[in-house]
């Protein structure tokens, strides 16, 4: 059964939980990140693996963490270690390949490169943001990565003024050339649309419109323009799944709002 | 309180190994296990100029950029969870230029303390090929050589000299920091300075390891004895530490597992103030320059808000606490 009334915070949180795959380790950032991790894992990924860069593999998160560093990512964990345990483990192939990542940025441009360091001069900037964090070291490492964007021209740039977070650089084949494996962004959710990387072009290309958006307003609101042609309209949300995700993901709405 | 070699009030030991310019790291993840007595401690006393590495530590990093007392920081992550995505004294300091920058990941800089803490130049890492992270710097040429605390290079692309060993072209090589010295808090410390951190480390043992001077702020100090029972849960042996101070309660704001959580209203109130500079200037006073030492904060806040954010013993946080 197909639901209406959804906020779009909900319809973001619950494609980015459908990206997930039974069996996959997801490393989840903070906020609307770490609720999409947590919807998968109880709604179509049972065992999935949630996991965070401060060093908590497995938790069981009974209360929605609000950074990665909150103590409840500790609770009944497999392992509570460190920072270098968690990159290591996504910088190790052989755990690394299975890794999915969820991230936000400030800016992302065609290639599915990430800016969430600084807006104008990176030395003077007009807005300084965060940094890195972990988003450097997860984008060089892993072979899929989420991006969760708010759907604004000023967001999706033709130029990032900085470059934080490697998606495919410069386009088809810049990736290997700088050294990097394959991965960096994949897959960009916003507030209004799915976009996903296409591999033979380095390039992202639309996948899914939310119902009732155009595809000419995802446009309108993007500095550059993306290849629409095998585009389709993205299925609501199900009663079931907006059941799970209020009731037991986020009762207290302190990401869902 | 008798004082000995290393068991030492925390006023003690901030003013013996601190001093102006000094280059330091302090322990803890943003909302979690910052040395938030020994912070504010510093900032009381007013040091200036500091140079600050960090990764993500958050709660620290701004109270001590708020107070004026950086004048240069390495960091890889400046936010404080969901009061401030971006921390908001830190935002301020760049955008007025009274702060100078260089961006790392986490990765890097864990790395960093890691080679600090192994006594080698630089650890090798595959992140960041690419990234502006690699090609641009905060810190000018001119400026790094001459200084000769901070190292001439930020960091170096090199060819895989093992050739295609390991799967790859290249490396980023990140170098080594030491800093003079490093403050973390833990649960458990022993008169002799060995340390058992339950739940996460972060980078805390790396950064203590690297650090020419470790402050340890604890919860709990105990005899030698009582950590020896199960020496394999104990993560920093006294070797590496300088002073040892006992502070219940010396991670409030910020949470410490199995004792507290981090108290939500504080942070938010923090926020909110860091917004503004005449009210930041108020919630400093009365936080900070207003109280003694942490005991005075600690009364300040009261025993409501202490209890509130205790934590549950099955779950080691704060269950059903308001934090929205």
Redesign the interface.
């Known amino acids: 059964m197909t639901a209406t009334d959804y906020s779009l915070r909900e319809m973001m949180t619950l494609m980015a939980a459908r990206e997930i795959q039974d069996g996959d380790i997801v490393f989840a950032g903070t906020g609307i990140s770490m609720l999409a991790a947590t919807a998968a894992k109880h709604i179509n990924a049972p065992n999935s693996v949630l996991f965070f860069e401060t060093g908590a593999i497995d938790s069981l998160v009974e209360e929605l963490p609000l950074a990665v560093a909150d103590p409840r990512v500790m609770y009944a964990a497999a392992s509570n270690a460190g920072l270098l345990e968690a990159f290591a483990t996504m910088q190790n192939r052989i755990t690394g390949d299975r890794v999915i990542a969820i991230l936000g940025a400030a800016q992302i441009d065609r290639y599915g490169n990430l800016n969430t360091t600084a807006i104008g001069d990176y030395h003077r900037p007009r807005i300084r943001f965060s940094g890195s964090g972990g988003g450097c070291d997860v984008a060089s490492f892993v072979p899929r990565c989420i991006a969760f964007m708010q759907h604004e021209k000023r967001k999706f740039v033709q130029r990032l003024d900085y470059l934080t977070s490697p998606g495919q650089l410069t386009g088809r084949g810049a990736r290997a050339a700088a050294g990097l494996r394959p991965g960096g962004v994949s897959v960009v959710i916003t507030d209004k649309a799915l976009m996903r990387l296409d591999p033979a072009t380095g390039e992202l290309y639309l996948d899914r419109y939310y119902p009732g958006v155009t595809i000419a307003e995802i446009l309108d609101n993007m500095q550059f323009t993306v290849d629409t042609g095998t585009a389709r309209e993205a299925d609501p949300p199900t009663a079931a799944e907006l059941g799970i995700l209020r009731e037991r993901c986020d009762p207290q709405r302190l990401i869902l709002g | 309180m008798v004082e000995t070699d290393k068991v030492m009030r925390l006023e003690t030991a901030v003013s013996r190994f601190m001093e102006d310019g000094a280059h330091m790291s302090i322990g ?6 910052n040395p938030m007595a020994a912070i504010y401690e510093i900032v009381r006393k007013g040091y200036r100029d500091l140079h600050l590495y960090a ?2 530590n ?1 709660t620290g990093v701004d109270e001590l950029i708020g107070a004026g007392c950086v004048g240069k920081l390495e ?8 009061t401030a ?3 908001i004294r ?2 301020k300091a ?2 007025d ?1 009274m702060l100078l920058v260089e ?6 800089m ?2 960093r303390f ?1 080679a600090g803490a192994m006594g080698i130049p630089f650890m090798p ?9 690699t090609t ?1 710097w ?1 810190f000018s040429k001119a400026m790094r050589q001459a200084d000769p605390k901070i190292v001439d290079q930020k960091l170096v ?1 090199a060819e895989n000299p093992f050739g295609r060993w390991g ?5 980023v090589l990140v170098p080594a920091i030491n800093p003079d010295v490093t403050f973390i808090h833990v649960q458990t410390a022993d008169t002799m300075g060995t340390c058992r951190i339950d ?8 950064q203590a390891k690297a650090s020419r001077r470790v402050v340890v702020t604890c919860e709990r100090l105990v005899d030698p004895g009582e950590l020896r029972d199960h020496p394999e849960y104990n993560q920093i042996p006294f070797l590496h530490v300088s002073a040892v101070c006992h502070v219940p309660y010396g991670g409030y704001p910020t ?1 410490v ?1 199995r004792h507290y ?2 108290d939500a209203d504080y942070l938010r109130a923090y926020a909110a103030a860091a917004k503004e500079e005449a009210a930041y200037r108020v919630f400093q006073k009365r936080h900070v320059y207003g109280v003694a030492d942490h005991q005075a904060l600690l009364d300040l806040v009261g025993a409501a808000r202490l209890a509130a954010i205790q ?1 549950d013993p099955r ?3 704060a ?2 606490m308001k ?2």
């Open positions: 803890g993840f943003t909302v979690n296990r990764h993500s958050g960091i890889a992550y400046a936010g404080n969870g969901k995505p971006t921390c830190f935002r760049v955008q230029g961006d790392y990941s986490n990765f890097m864990s790395l890691l890492t595959l992140s960041g090929l690419g990234s502006d992270i641009t905060g692309i799967a790859a072209e290249k490396v739940g996460l480390t972060f980078a805390d043992v790396e949470a597992y959580d981090y934590a779950t080691g946080y269950v059903n934090r929205g």
